[in-house]
T-cell receptor
Framework: SAVISQKPSRDICQRGTSLTIQCQVD?????MFWYRQQPGQSLTLIAT?????????ESGFVIDKFPISRPNLTFSTLTVSNMSPEDSSIYLC?????????FGSGTQLSVL | SQKIEQNSEALNIQEGKTATLTCNYT??????LQWYRQDPGRGPVFLLL?????KEKRKERLKVTFDTTLKQSLFHITASQPADSATYLC?????????FGAGTRLTVKP
């Protein structure tokens, strides 16, 4: 099973600033997934990050707001740009192995 | 529109009893269904996967059923323990399109 290190685990940010979240996987994976989990709601897929190509964003999410990097097969970052209080949420990275998803521990983001 | 509903936001049961969690879906044809456990401040952890052609799956004290006619999955934890307290998520996958329910928060009281 994949082990994913995600950081930071939490942060409190000011409106208008940006935060970059990092995920490191202990094995090489083709795709990495970024999710948002708002309080009391289901996990929502933001985008899929493939190494060597642009990320694929889901409806309602755009690259300018959530730029993603995928420099190699074990690492990815998600940036939450120009933050507003509505961006307060848990952000999770994930990889798939054998039909199962493995998740990082999440980043609890609070925007003031 | 596609919808996944988990029976309730919270479920409280006594230690030793069987916890039953429900996942209903509409306008969806999943190839398989998964259950995950999520503890506060942690990412979800995979528990069980059941395919559309399977009726039941077991793993230790866990049992999952999948009824594609009723469009429902039941997740059972037998002989529940306080350590089973967590949020449980169901996820439906129709090949590269995985969607999650909002989860049920289970509390097992000693």
């Amino acid at each position: 099973s994949a082990v994913i290190s995600q950081k930071p685990s939490r942060d409190i940010c000011q409106r208008g600033t940006s935060l970059t979240i990092q995920c490191q996987v202990d094995s090489q994976v083709t795709m990495m997934f970024w999710y948002r989990q708002q309080p009391g709601q289901s996990l929502t897929l933001i985008a899929t990050a493939n190494q060597g190509s642009e990320a694929t964003y889901e409806s309602g999410f755009v690259i300018d707001k959530f730029p993603i990097s995928r420099p190699n097969l074990t690492f990815s970052t998600l940036t939450v740009s120009n933050m507003s209080p509505e961006d307060s949420s848990i952000y999770l990275c994930s990889v798939e192995q054998g039909e199962k998803l493995f998740f990082g521990s999440g980043t609890q983001l609070s925007v003031l | 529109s596609q919808k996944i509903e988990q029976n309730s936001e919270a479920l409280n049961i006594q230690e030793g009893k069987t916890a039953t969690l429900t996942c209903n879906y509409t306008n969806y044809s999943p190839a398989y269904l998964q259950w995950y456990r999520q503890d506060p401040g942690r990412g979800p952890v995979f528990l069980l996967l059941i395919r559309e052609n399977e009726k039941e799956k077991r793993k230790e004290r866990l049992k999952v059923t999948f009824d594609t006619t009723l469009k429902q999955s039941l997740f059972h934890i037998t002989a529940s323990q306080p350590a089973d307290s967590a949020t449980y998520l169901c996820a439906l996958d129709s090949y590269s399109d995985m969607r999650f329910g909002a989860g049920t928060r289970l509390t097992v009281k000693p």
